[in-house]
């Protein structure tokens, strides 16, 4: 009764959740919705008997005039992990490839094989970042979807615009690639692509990204993606109907107006950022999140992680590594100290 071929599916991992503990896990804030956020999904609960606006106008029309581009080129959908999911079956079929880095996000793999098209992984280069020289080279006849994460989860390192655009000049014109920007907001790289002018250049690109991060609405569940007209239309084909819920559009409407208090919160995650990788080590991040590679000071971090949770701190640990949330300065005092006393048990 079921495709053989989903023994083969991974399963998603979320981030653990655990009473009396710090949870580091899953790179959400610390800090609650804007209150105007709140607001405006309390008064949307009492139209709850009432399906929601089924193409989120409302939403287009505002992330339309935030990003200066015109509605048809704006597509939305139930957080940016649905849109990069519709991103793969919208494009690709069985006996198709799709190109990702590898670590990368761990969701990737799951849209490839939910399509039934062949994952092509490509490892990181030695700094933890996309090997772009290597993923032209993978690219075959059967490339339909090419998936980029700037910056990259769970490492936090990006690329540069000159690798991005020589790469870009590599790929073929009928296969697309999709610019993965959940983290675009912590993004400071001076020297990276940034979607939303990427998309004028190249007309296979569509950029994505979130509500859940920087904007603290990761249980609204609701993401965006932008490029080309013909794109988009595609990407909404394969929409689920109704996939942003009443009351999660009315709040990223509300939250996207509160651009200040976003900068102020990203301010001190990347002041803790800092912090953080200057005291525990960690891979230099442009993200919310720092990497530990697995290596001499980190020989089991599966095994480092268990450490971290005995001393009530949940963190997100692979087989290549742990990868922790920055938030405040009190939870880093918390994961601080919970660092030290693993390191000596």
Not at 147 to 170: D, H, V
Request: negative net charge.
């Amino acid at each position: 009764m079921i495709r053989k071929d989903l023994t083969h599916l991974p399963a998603y991992a979320s981030g653990k959740s655990q009473t009396g503990c710090l949870k580091l896990a899953s790179n959400e804030t610390t800090q609650p919705p804007a209150p105007s956020a709140i607001k405006a999904a309390q008064q949307a609960a009492e139209h709850f008997n009432r399906y929601p606006d089924m193409g989120s106008w409302d939403l287009k029309e505002a992330l339309a005039e935030h990003l200066n581009l015109p509605i048809e080129q704006i597509a939305v959908g139930c957080g940016s992990s649905a849109l990069c999911q519709q991103m793969a079956q919208m494009t690709s079929l069985p006996g198709d490839e799709i190109i990702y880095a590898w670590r990368s996000f761990e969701a990737y793999p799951i849209f490839t094989r939910v399509t039934g098209a062949t994952p092509v992984e490509v490892p990181l280069t030695e700094d933890y970042r996309h090997d772009l020289p290597a993923m032209a080279a993978a690219i075959t006849d059967r490339t339909k979807l090419i998936y980029l994460c700037n910056p990259n989860n769970p490492t936090g390192t990006t690329i540069s615009r000159a690798e991005f655009t020589e790469f870009m000049q590599q790929v073929p014109k009928d296969v697309v690639v999709a610019l993965d920007e959940a983290y675009g907001e912590f993004n400071d790289a001076e020297d990276t692509p940034n979607a939303l002018e990427e998309i004028k250049n190249w007309p296979n690109l569509v950029g994505l990204r979130t509500f859940s991060k920087a904007y603290a609405l990761a249980g609204a569940r609701v993401g965006y993606a932008f490029g080309a007209p013909e794109l988009i239309e595609a990407l909404n084909k394969v929409c689920i109907p109704f996939s942003v819920a009443a009351g999660s559009g009315e709040a990223a409407i509300a939250a996207l107006r509160e651009q200040s208090l976003m900068q102020e919160r990203i301010a001190i995650t990347k002041g803790e950022r800092e912090r953080i990788t200057r005291e525990l080590g960690a891979v230099p991040s442009r993200t919310n999140f720092v990497w530990f590679p697995k290596g001499d000071s980190l020989p089991d971090p599966l095994a480092f992680g268990q450490k971290l949770l005995a001393e009530k701190v949940i963190v997100r640990p692979f087989p290549e590594g742990i990868r922790v949330t920055v938030t405040t300065p009190e939870e880093s005092e918390q994961l601080l100290a919970a660092w030290a006393k693993a390191q000596q048990s």
